[in-house]
């Protein structure tokens, strides 16, 4: 037995040491996994090495802004530092770089890290030449102006800008260019990724990601069928679960997703109630919202467990230390299923404040135009009235404002956005803590980027909606230039950096204008459609949850044949209804009607906002109201 235990010691002592040399290397130090969210870890620990050596590690990042520092690596005598991106002379997002004190080293144009997506980086020096590989491919290098060792390496990761996870990140003595051509990766370069909860309780149709070269197929068809990038799923109305096997293909690799299609079982039930309480209770709510303590049979219980409020007769209300948008925490009990969550509670709703625009612009170039804001008050979603009691102070770019979209930030404040005309990437965005004036300021959100199909031209119809999960904000635009133009998409968590653009929303045609609301604990996304087929049809599409990609579920049918519509936007109503409004683009009227999911809506001419262009609505309180009329 001794000298057995001897032998699987050796064995053990010998796979480390195949293990640590893959590298070819005497000295590997594996550092291991880091999530870096807008701010710097630093590795205090010095890594003694020659003057080869060689950094790897797999990046997925959330941002990519101008300038974003990824990792920097110092000796005694010098440092130098990868950027994530830099700009060319026209401003444009691009390129991967590194760079020390003395200028750029290895810059490449042509390649740069993709948003949500899984990266290989390699950075080598061999003696006084770094390289710098992407993918496995060499995008650069470039001989270093003096002497750069690795005795006394010390790093230190990300930035103030950036958000991102790191993954296996390495450091040897060096590693042979051969082994990093052949990248293995489950995720074959992409990163293909699926909302289990969503999938768990699917319904309709969705679109898998789309990528050339890449293809699916699924193992049972009796639970869902498979037609090119669309899968749509049966109804399992059997008490028991049912597997779907989901096979992706890439350059003859196989990669399986295995998901659980509930039936109609407690289980399935509870999950359903938890994920409408939990949407329901949104970032923001009011006194005047209604949460039912028994759904479908099931009980739920309402706890404030923090902040000057509490739970009376289905509504959340506060006492008299409360503030005016008061942050309150709430604990959901729902049978052995417990979450809490961090919410603004506001007053009562008391009246609506819309937020469109006037004018036109000059066709056919569209270059020029007299559009400007226009702002509006209403109790009952009827009848409307003028107001001029807002300020929008624009002090820069063309000063034309066209789709004006007003919602609030996680706090409660005021956000309004808008674009400055046809043939512009930037839009205006403002953040005000007062009702009554907004200073609207440029920010580039669109970039040129071939992979993506992107030209840079427009950034039509900024809508934001804040993603509670992943505590941030995501602007939705759209491009019709861009193939098949789907929606985009850019995060920010400060409004003043933002992330690199990414498809949101895509249904494999061309659409513009997307809208989305909460319609009973669901998120809805209203869309146009703009190719000759569907040219003036709104659609839309149902999804659990904010994450992008593959979780929205499609409905074909157009919401009404009338009128070339545009400019969908959802509302719950002070009377708890269900509204969706549009705008006849070709005559300039505003339409609003009963939104049903399940037929089509009659629409009503809305008078009083005659030549009010792409509007949105936004439920305010007595005191802002009054604010507003005060002025």
């Known amino acids: 037995?001794?000298?057995?235990?001897?032998?699987?010691?050796?064995?053990?002592?010998?796979?480390?040491?195949?293990?640590?040399?893959?590298?070819?290397?005497?000295?590997?130090?594996?550092?291991?996994?880091?999530?870096?969210?807008?701010?710097?870890?630093?590795?205090?620990?010095?890594?003694?090495?020659?003057?080869?050596?060689?950094?790897?590690?797999?990046?997925?990042?959330?941002?990519?802004?101008?300038?974003?520092?990824?990792?920097?690596?110092?000796?005694?005598?010098?440092?130098?530092?990868?950027?994530?991106?830099?700009?060319?002379?026209?401003?444009?997002?691009?390129?991967?770089?590194?760079?020390?004190?003395?200028?750029?080293?290895?810059?490449?144009?042509?390649?740069?890290?993709?948003?949500?997506?899984?990266?290989?980086?390699v950075i080598e020096l061999n003696k006084k030449y770094f390289s710098l590989y992407l993918n496995g491919e060499k995008i650069g290098e470039q001989a270093f102006s003096?002497?750069?060792?690795?005795?006394?390496?010390?790093?230190?990761?990300?930035?103030?800008?950036?958000?991102?996870?790191?993954?296996?990140?390495?450091?040897?003595?060096?590693?042979?260019?051969?082994?990093l051509v052949n990248i293995d990766d489950d995720s074959f370069k992409y990163n293909l990724t699926f909302d289990d909860a969503f999938l768990n309780n699917a319904k309709g149709k969705i679109k898998l990601p789309e990528v050339n070269g890449l293809t699916y197929r699924i193992g049972n068809d009796d639970v869902a069928e498979l037609d090119g990038y669309y899968l749509t799923f049966y109804d399992n109305n059997t008490n028991k679960d049912k597997e779907l096997i989901l096979t992706a293909t890439y350059q003859g690799v196989d990669k399986e997703y295995r998901f659980n299609i509930r039936g109609n079982n407690k289980e399935k039930l509870?999950?359903?109630?938890?994920?409408?309480?939990?949407?329901?209770?949104?970032?923001?709510?009011?006194?005047?919202?209604i949460f039912d303590t028994n759904i479908d049979g099931i009980d739920v219980e309402y706890e404030v467990i923090g902040g000057n409020a509490s739970f009376v007769n289905n509504h959340f209300l506060k006492n008299e230390l409360a503030n005016e948008k008061e942050k309150i925490t709430v604990r959901v009990n729902i049978d052995d299923i417990s979450f809490q969550?961090?919410?603004?509670?506001?007053?009562?709703?008391?009246?609506?404040?819309?937020?469109?625009?006037?004018?036109?612009?000059?066709?056919?170039?569209?270059i020029e135009g007299n559009e400007k804001s226009f702002f509006a008050l209403s109790k009952d979603l009827k009848k409307w009235s003028y107001i001029d009691s807002i300020s929008v102070n624009v002090s820069s770019g063309s000063k034309r404002v066209r789709d004006q979209y007003l919602s609030r930030d996680k706090t409660g404040n005021y956000l309004l956005l808008g674009t400055q005309g046809y043939m512009h990437p930037e839009i205006y965005l403002a953040n005000s803590e007062s009702i009554?004036?907004?200073?609207?300021?440029?920010?580039?959100?669109?970039?040129?980027?071939?992979?993506?199909?992107?030209?840079?031209?427009?950034?039509?119809?900024?809508e934001i909606i804040y993603d509670y999960d992943n505590d941030q904000y995501l602007i939705l635009y759209s491009d019709t230039e861009t193939k098949n133009s789907p929606i985009y998409a850019v995060a920010t968590k400060d409004f003043e950096r933002f992330s690199y653009p990414f498809i949101f929303f895509d249904v494999g045609f061309t659409i513009i204008y997307a809208n989305i609301t909460m319609f009973d604990g669901k998120y809805y996304l209203f869309y146009k459609g703009e190719d000759a087929e569907r040219y003036g049809a709104l659609y839309y599409a149902v999804s659990d949850s904010l994450s992008c990609g593959s979780n929205w579920r499609l409905y074909d049918d157009e919401i009404t044949s009338s009128y070339n519509l545009e400019g969908p936007f959802g509302l719950k109503g002070l009377d708890n209804k269900n509204y969706l409004f549009a705008d006849a683009f070709e005559v300039a009227k505003p339409y609003y009607g009963l939104f049903d999911s399940d037929s089509k809506i009659n629409l009503k001419?809305?008078?009083?906002?005659?030549?009010?262009?792409?509007?949105?609505?936004?439920?305010?309180t007595k005191s802002e109201y009054e604010r507003l009329m005060e002025e």
């Open 436 to 462: 009554n004036e907004f200073k609207l300021e440029l920010k580039n959100i669109n970039y040129s980027d071939k992979d993506l199909h992107l030209f840079a031209n427009y950034s039509w119809a900024p």
């Open 605 to 620: 001419n809305i008078k009083d906002l005659n030549g009010v262009h792409h509007f949105s609505i936004l439920k305010i």
């Open 146 to 179: 003096r002497s750069f060792s690795g005795k006394d390496l010390s790093f230190i990761l990300g930035s103030d800008k950036l958000s991102a996870k790191i993954t296996d990140l390495k450091l040897c003595d060096y590693i042979n260019t051969e082994e």
């Open 270 to 289: 509870l999950l359903d109630t938890k994920i409408l309480v939990y949407n329901s209770l949104n970032y923001i709510i009011s006194e005047s919202d």
């Open 341 to 366: 969550k961090d919410i603004v509670l506001l007053d009562e709703y008391y009246a609506y404040l819309l937020a469109g625009f006037t004018g036109q612009a000059i066709f056919p170039e569209c």
């Open 1 to 121: 037995m001794k000298y057995l235990k001897r032998i699987i010691n050796l064995l053990l002592i010998s796979f480390m040491v195949l293990t640590l040399t893959s590298c070819k290397s005497n000295h590997v130090y594996d550092l291991g996994n880091f999530d870096v969210d807008y701010k710097t870890i630093e590795l205090n620990e010095k890594y003694d090495l020659g003057k080869k050596f060689t950094i790897s590690f797999w990046i997925e990042t959330k941002s990519a802004y101008v300038g974003t520092n990824i990792l920097t690596i110092r000796n005694k005598n010098d440092e130098v530092s990868l950027l994530n991106t830099t700009e060319d002379d026209e401003g444009q997002l691009t390129g991967l770089v590194l760079i020390n004190k003395n200028g750029m080293l290895c810059l490449n144009n042509d390649y740069y890290l993709k948003l949500n997506t899984k990266n290989h980086v």
